[in-house]
């Protein structure tokens, strides 16, 4: 059975994105919130953030609370900031794979790809 992991590095300051709250929603006939998560100081969730009979095929977001992440961290950002939410909608077509969505952010700028 497959799962979804995702991690966060902060391009800005070269270490692991912590402490970066996530919401998964599932986006459907409605968007309906399945899951959250806080990223350790690895910048992991310290479990998958969808597994098990949930992880079924679809179209999901996962968003990111970067503009919470860097104001703790004292970066001062404009207001609005230029990335306060970083959403990533993507697609889960095997339920019997891994997909791994990493996230690299900067308080301008945000990269993704599907990992292993």
Partial sequence: MGYLTTHVLDAAHGRPGSGIQIELYRIGPERELIATATTNDDGRCDSPVLEGEAFVPGVYELI???????????V?????AFL???V???GIA?????YHVPLL???YS???????
């Fill in 64 to 74: 990111f609370d970067a503009g919470d992440y860097y104001r703790r961290l004292g």
């Fill in 76 to 80: 001062e950002l404009p207001r609005p």
């Fill in 84 to 86: 306060d939410q970083v």
């Fill in 88 to 90: 990533l909608r993507f």
């Fill in 94 to 98: 095997d339920r019997d794979e891994h």
């Fill in 105 to 107: 952010i900067s308080p």
């Fill in 110 to 116: 945000y990269s993704t790809y599907r990992g292993s």
